[in-house]
């Protein structure tokens, strides 16, 4: 289910370009502290990972991540919970399982513009919203896809619960079920469109998700166990300086840093279809950040994913963001607080 991944990149993979300044400590050789993260091979998820890793930023902090691959946020939440993991980093449900007390989020990647997309196959007699009513339709429920499928169906008039039949299957498996024709419809997240376009030609994307921003602006980013938070917020910190500079690499120099994360972790996808993926993303500087974690803008946004769990049935009496998002650690390290 999982795929261990070791960091085996170094700054050599970016060439000539110059380094960003983060602060960085100083540890003896052969010292980093070891962290088990988990992850969604997907850019919006991993895309500061692999940025940090290709330039010796987890190096920089003495971190040396342990990664190990999923393909559903949950799966990655159950490995946490289950202590399997010390954090990870996710899409929506990042405002599932800390909303039911089991995870802290401490770093927020990105809004999830586009990445969310509907697919329908015409050959099957689906080739309109209306066309869905009683169809079956494959997503990874409790999932970023999820969250935006159930959105884009009542925008158009459908009921989720009774309209449409919901299949739910990990990723790999819901668009293979597509591709094969055994249903007609599948939400998904990119880079799974690449492989559903390569093999069925003639289906059509209905909408993404940015059709609904950002009144459900869907965010990715990062969450410790609980007891991991509470006893290594210096480690936590000291991720969220190798980060800092991974995402300015990304807002600032993107046709650079795409190029090396295609070569390097996207072999599989053209470059041109990598840009496409990262203008299916928000990515906002440093400050930016800093200003919408002061301001509410990200507890709301966490908050409205979470009442979609709430409203689906999936908890009861959830946490609220304010009480599971922590906005002290990067307000601290960004030089913000």
């Known amino acids: 289910m999982s795929i261990n991944r070791r960091n085996l990149l170094r700054t050599a993979a970016l060439g000539g370009i110059a380094t960003l300044a983060a602060p ?37 902090q003495g971190l040396k991540p342990e990664l190990t691959r999923f393909y559903t946020g949950l799966e990655l939440f159950q490995a946490m919970v289950g202590s399997a993991l010390d954090m990870l980093a996710t899409g929506a449900v990042l405002s599932n399982f800390p909303a039911r007390g089991q995870g802290k989020v401490f770093l927020i990647n990105n809004v999830e513009f586009a990445t969310a997309q509907l697919w329908v196959n015409p050959e099957m007699g689906v080739s309109s919203f209306q066309d869905l009513k009683g169809k079956q339709i494959a997503t990874s429920i409790g999932t970023t896809a999820h969250v935006f499928l159930a959105t884009a169906l009542k925008a158009n008039g459908i009921d989720p619960k009774s309209d449409v039949s919901i299949i739910n299957q990990r990723m790999p498996d819901a668009v293979t079920a597509f591709i094969s024709g055994a249903v007609p419809a599948v939400a998904l997240w990119v880079p799974f469109n690449v492989q559903l376009k390569a093999r069925v030609p003639g289906a059509q994307m209905l909408v993404d998700a940015s059709k609904y921003y950002p009144e459900a602006a869907i965010l990715g980013g990062w969450a410790a166990r609980n007891d991991y938070y509470e006893t290594k917020k210096d480690v936590l910190e000291r991720v969220i300086k190798a980060w800092l500079p991974a995402n300015k690499r990304l807002v600032e120099q993107p046709d650079e840093t795409l190029a090396v994360l295609q070569k390097t972790q996207y072999s599989d996808v053209p470059l041109d279809e990598l840009k496409a993926q990262y203008e299916a993303q928000k990515l906002f500087p440093a400050a930016e950040w800093a200003k919408m974690y002061k301001d509410g803008t990200v507890t709301s946004w966490l908050d409205r994913v979470t009442d979609f769990y709430a409203e689906v049935g999936g908890m009861t009496n959830p946490v609220s963001a304010k009480d599971y998002f922590d906005p002290s650690l990067y307000l601290k390290v960004a030089g913000q607080g």
């Open 24 to 60: 960085s400590i100083v540890r003896a050789v052969g010292s980093a502290e070891s962290i088990r993260v988990g992850y969604l091979h997907t850019l919006a998820v991993d895309g500061h990972i692999f940025t940090a890793e290709a330039n010796g930023l987890w190096e920089e």
